[in-house]
Structures are given as structure tokens and as C-alpha cells.
């Protein structure tokens, strides 16, 4: 083969038309993730964009949105416990699953403010 992959660019999340509010509140103040800057072209049609570590999460607005309850990113996290807390003193239910604390794992998802799955994780 004479291409190789080299890693994920970004992760593209689906929501409502009018969801960079609410996706700023979240992603941006919530999570701390700064928010980047879309290209001039995309701008029209609408969503917002984010830098986790050294990917790019971007919230696209879908029309017939429906939010995804199974199919999802996860983000790798130091400190778990952490985040676990400051998303719970926020109000955000999370759901701890030790299926992979055997591994040393340590998992929790959440939902985003459309419904969107999340998984936050951290490896021992």
C-alpha cells in the first residue's frame, strides 16, 4: 500500500438548527475546550467547532436531527474523577461503567446537550 493513516482530525457530533449556544455553553465553558474558528465557506451553515488535545470536535446542524445513543466518540481524559465531579457539580448525569476496570480502565459517559453519547476514559 503506499498510504498509511495517520489519526482522526475530528469528530463530527450531529444537532439541532440553533445549537451553537448551547454547544458553547457546554464544549467551550463547561468542558474548557476552545472553540476554533470555522472556515469562511462552512460558516452558512452554521454549528460550531472545538480543539480537544489534538483533535478537532465539530457540532454539525442536521436538519432531521436525532440525537446518537449508541454510536460514539470517547475522549481520553487525565484525572477522570475529576471530571467526573465538576460534570455532576454542573448538573450532568453521568453513568459509570466498570465493564474494563479489569483492564485498568476507568470509564463514564454523559450526554451532551442535544443527547448525544460521550464516553470520557482513562487508562491506569
Do not use: Y
Given at each position: 500500500?503506499?498510504?498509511?493513516?495517520?489519526?482522526?482530525?475530528h469528530?463530527?457530533?450531529?444537532?439541532?438548527?440553533?445549537?451553537?449556544?448551547k454547544?458553547?455553553a457546554?464544549?467551550?465553558?463547561l468542558?474548557?475546550?476552545?472553540?476554533?474558528?470555522?472556515?469562511?465557506s462552512?460558516?452558512?451553515?452554521?454549528g460550531v467547532?472545538?480543539?480537544?488535545?489534538?483533535?478537532q470536535v465539530?457540532?454539525?446542524v442536521?436538519?432531521?436531527?436525532?440525537?446518537a445513543k449508541?454510536?460514539?466518540?470517547?475522549?481520553?481524559?487525565?484525572?477522570?474523577?475529576?471530571?467526573?465531579?465538576?460534570?455532576?457539580?454542573?448538573?450532568?448525569?453521568?453513568?459509570?461503567?466498570?465493564?474494563?476496570?479489569?483492564?485498568?480502565?476507568?470509564?463514564?459517559?454523559?450526554?451532551?446537550?442535544?443527547?448525544?453519547r460521550?464516553?470520557?476514559?482513562?487508562?491506569?
Amino acid at each position: 500500500m503506499n498510504f498509511e493513516f495517520i489519526g482522526i482530525d475530528h469528530v463530527q457530533l450531529a444537532a439541532p438548527a440553533g445549537c451553537e449556544t448551547k454547544a458553547r455553553a457546554f464544549f467551550a465553558e463547561l468542558l474548557g475546550w476552545p472553540e476554533l474558528v470555522k472556515p469562511e465557506s462552512l460558516r452558512q451553515r452554521g454549528g460550531v467547532w472545538f480543539q480537544c488535545g489534538a483533535q478537532q470536535v465539530h457540532i454539525g446542524v442536521q436538519p432531521d436531527f436525532s440525537p446518537a445513543k449508541k454510536a460514539h466518540p470517547a475522549f481520553a481524559v487525565a484525572h477522570i474523577d475529576a471530571l467526573r465531579e465538576h460534570l455532576l457539580r454542573n448538573g450532568i448525569s453521568v453513568m459509570r461503567d466498570d465493564a474494563r476496570s479489569d483492564e485498568g480502565v476507568q470509564r463514564f459517559f454523559a450526554d451532551d446537550p442535544f443527547g448525544n453519547r460521550l464516553e470520557f476514559i482513562e487508562a491506569s
